[in-house]
């Protein structure tokens, strides 16, 4: 049976933002791209995830203008989850869209964020005060050798981080995806099923 993707969106200020859900899970994986990405190169990540029992949205800021400030994404991002009534979730960012996840994180400092993974997000190292702090659950998945996003950054940024995981890819993650994907799955099961299991004990 083919997977329906939905199409919504949500409404800051003047924007109008698109994003896409598919799936039904109870723990909600939330995409944030680049914002110079388009939907269509995430949909194997979409249904990948999906299919391994999570709900999924992926923020389109492709969608909105490029005039579009920062806190305006950080808006758009926070609306959408505001509207997801307190359910699980975890928080991806994707290149420079990191940075937008990451604002949200720390500037709202939500309790229904039970996870972060970080892909190939620029200038993380900045954040290495902040981030220990928020006391969530993170995977840094970087490529060996982007210059943009250095991996001796998210070597650091893990150092300080207790509950956090390293995962390395050749190239860029455009193309890695799938494998991102594969990481990203595999650590979200993995993440899931322990806090089942340590609630049920």
Do not use: C
């Amino acid at each position: 049976m083919a997977q329906v993707i939905a199409e919504n969106y949500v409404n800051v200020g003047n924007y109008r933002v698109r994003y896409l859900e598919n799936g039904d899970g109870e723990v909600v994986l939330i995409i944030v791209p680049p914002p110079n990405a388009s939907a269509n190169r995430f949909m194997n990540v979409i249904k990948g995830a999906a299919a391994a029992g999570f709900k999924v949205i992926h923020v389109d800021l492709s969608s909105a203008p490029a005039s579009m400030s920062k806190a305006n994404k950080v808006a758009a991002l926070s609306y959408i989850i505001n509207a997801l009534n307190g359910k699980r979730i975890i928080l991806a960012g994707v290149g420079q869209g990191g940075g937008i996840a990451l604002d949200y994180v720390t500037q709202t400092r939500q309790n229904t964020i039970s996870g972060i993974v970080l892909v190939s997000t620029p200038r993380v190292i900045n954040r290495i005060d902040e981030l220990p702090k928020l006391n969530i659950p993170m995977l840094l998945i970087y490529s060996i050798n982007d210059p943009n996003a250095p991996v001796e950054e998210a070597n650091a940024v893990k150092s300080v981080i207790k509950n956090s995981r390293l995962m390395l890819i050749n190239s860029d993650w455009l193309s890695e995806l799938d494998k991102v994907t594969q990481f990203m799955v595999s650590w979200m099961l993995e993440l899931t099923k322990s806090d089942t299991t340590s609630k049920g004990s």
